[in-house]
């Protein structure tokens, strides 16, 4: 349940949801409806999406953390969640995932969709897509960023 509305969330944290120390961010774009790079690509937007441990995505202005207006979108569409995993040495690292929060019209992962209410991990200069929007989130940290240029210019 949200705090601020007392409306029921589609989506719950799981035990391991952890803050990143990792400044990640979601560069977002636009392509053209038939996918084609044109002269209306270009970046939209940087979300800044490590101040907290999970970002919901979806149209509902109220209670999701990134509002996406567009009409394919579900309520409560996907999120982005940080969790505190085993690394390679055993220590807990803290790590991006995607989940689709079971939406209608889908989320994608490099092209791919992915199952609903199945944790997806994120690595830098994937590309997510939200049901039928154009706009695409290129993820990225702040010492990558520079890739983002040249990600614009595909």
């Given at each position: 349940t949200d705090a601020r509305t007392g409306r029921r969330l589609a989506y719950s944290e799981p035990p391991e949801a952890r803050v990143p120390t990792t400044r990640w961010r979601l560069y977002v774009f636009k392509?053209?409806?038939?996918?084609?790079?044109?002269?209306?690509?270009?970046?939209?937007?940087?979300?800044?999406i490590?101040?907290?441990?999970?970002?919901?995505f979806g149209r509902d202005p109220?209670?999701?953390?990134?509002?996406?207006?567009?009409?394919?979108?579900?309520?409560?569409?996907?999120a982005v969640q940080f969790r505190g995993?085993?690394?390679?040495?055993?220590?807990?690292?803290?790590?991006?995932?995607?989940?689709?929060?079971?939406?209608?019209n889908g989320t994608f992962l490099?092209?791919?969709?992915?199952?609903?209410?199945?944790?997806?991990?994120?690595?830098?200069?994937?590309v997510l897509t939200l049901g039928r929007s154009t706009r695409e989130y290129v993820v990225l940290t702040e010492k990558s960023a520079g890739l983002a240029k040249s990600t614009e210019q595909r």
């Open positions: 392509k053209s409806a038939d996918g084609a790079s044109g002269d209306g690509d270009g970046l939209l937007d940087t979300l800044h490590s101040r907290q441990s999970a970002y919901v109220d209670t999701c953390d990134v509002h996406v207006g567009h009409p394919s979108l579900s309520g409560h569409h996907c995993v085993p690394g390679a040495t055993g220590a807990i690292v803290c790590r991006p995932y995607l989940i689709d929060l079971g939406s209608t490099n092209g791919d969709r992915i199952e609903a209410a199945r944790y997806y991990e994120l690595r830098r200069m994937d």
